[in-house]
């Protein structure tokens, strides 16, 4: 179980006969979009023609689901949203199990399953893997790999700023994760901010929450709560319905000057949920461009942030493009030791 695999296919309850989203959630708790199947026991996909074709059941040893599994103990919380640190009783295996509670309606619904749909078939190494999903009593339960760094937030809470030579080992995984995203699987994440950056004590940094903050952030009252969402978000994300990958393009930038400068790179006022959204939206779109300060910085890394940091989606770089930029590369020399530094210069990982 140690390797990545596709997304576990456990056998289901019989499958519902209707194939509207309007009939999605069965008694069993079971439902169905397109050849997706969800429920308590997992996720399974059938041919087009539905029941008629169910797939062969993986070996027993890949498969998981919350009775395989002991709870260690909670790494994470949010709204509405839990992390724990879990256990694989036969194979000690540690994963992280997030469960997400929502009241589901059936437009949500519809996207929940779509989303799942994608995150089941992300394989990169520079993507945290997502081994099971499961929906059950209103929460949807995710079974991740295990990231016992933690995420980029937590730890540029303990180190404040990150070194330019270090940011650049570390924005290289990041862009390679968006490349895989972008350019093989044609996918936006839409939510890239330091907290959906893990991290662990082999110097990996893996994209995470594919899919999953989305679903989260449209369901009931979690638009207008979860405001940090916003604050990463390019000006087009505000004004525009469609919006492409360059949008992942703006994120990135504003989270590596962020890590870069120890601070969020605008000055937005915080005055309540309702002002501060606005307060946002009005700053990214009328304020110019944050930029790196070519005083502090190398014209490599400001060149870098202003490829990212462009209010106009077209005029951004893609991650192909910026996977051939210069700040990626110019300390290669050093041999950044990125294991070490996640290890020691940021709280002890996640011990167990
Ligand atoms: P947020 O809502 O801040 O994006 P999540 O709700 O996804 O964060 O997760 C909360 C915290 O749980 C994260 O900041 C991280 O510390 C921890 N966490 C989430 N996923 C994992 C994982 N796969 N491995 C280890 N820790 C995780």
Not at 1 to 27: H, Y
Not at 322 to 333: A, I, K
């Amino acid at each position: 179980m140690a390797k990545r695999g596709p997304l576990n296919i456990i056998s289901l309850d019989v499958p519902p006969q209707q194939d509207s989203l309007a009939k999605f959630l069965t008694q069993s708790g079971t439902f169905r979009e397109g050849d997706l199947f969800v429920n308590k026991d997992g996720i399974r996909i059938v041919g087009n023609s539905g029941v008629d074709a169910p797939p062969p059941i993986k070996p027993l040893d890949d498969q998981i689901s919350l009775a395989d599994v002991d709870v260690i103990k909670v790494i994470g919380k949010g709204n509405n949203v839990i992390v724990q640190l879990v256990q694989h009783k036969w194979t000690n295996q540690f994963f992280a199990l997030k469960v997400i509670h929502m009241n589901i309606q059936e437009s949500d619904r519809k996207r929940t399953a779509k989303e799942l749909e994608i995150n089941r078939s992300l394989e990169c190494p520079y993507v945290v893997a997502c081994y099971q999903c499961f929906y059950q009593n209103n929460a949807f339960y995710l079974i991740l790999e295990y990231m016992d760094g933690g995420s980029l937030l937590d730890f540029l809470r303990k180190v404040r700023t990150i070194p330019e030579d270090h940011l650049a080992a570390i924005c290289k995984q990041v862009v390679k994760g968006l490349h895989y995203l972008h350019h093989q699987k044609h996918v936006i994440h839409r939510d890239l901010k330091p907290s959906n950056l893990l991290i662990n004590h082999l110097g990996e940094v893996k994209i995470t929450d594919f899919g999953v903050s989305a679903i989260v952030a449209s369901t009931s009252a979690q638009a207008n709560t979860n405001v940090g969402t916003y604050y990463y978000m390019g000006p087009e994300r505000f004004s525009e319905e469609t919006y492409g990958a360059r949008s992942d393009i703006w994120s990135l930038g504003m989270v590596m000057l962020e890590c870069a400068t120890g601070k969020f790179p605008y000055a937005i006022p915080d005055d309540g949920w309702a002002a501060t959204y606005y307060s946002v939206m009005q700053t990214i779109i009328e304020q110019p461009p944050p930029r790196a300060s070519p005083d502090e910085f190398s014209p490599e890394f400001c060149s870098f942030i202003s490829s990212c940091l462009q209010k106009d989606p077209k005029a951004r770089l893609s991650a192909q493009q910026l996977l051939e930029h210069p700040f990626l590369s110019m300390y290669d020399d050093l041999a950044i030791d990125l294991a070490s530094y996640f290890t020691n210069d940021g709280s002890p990982l996640t011990t167990l």
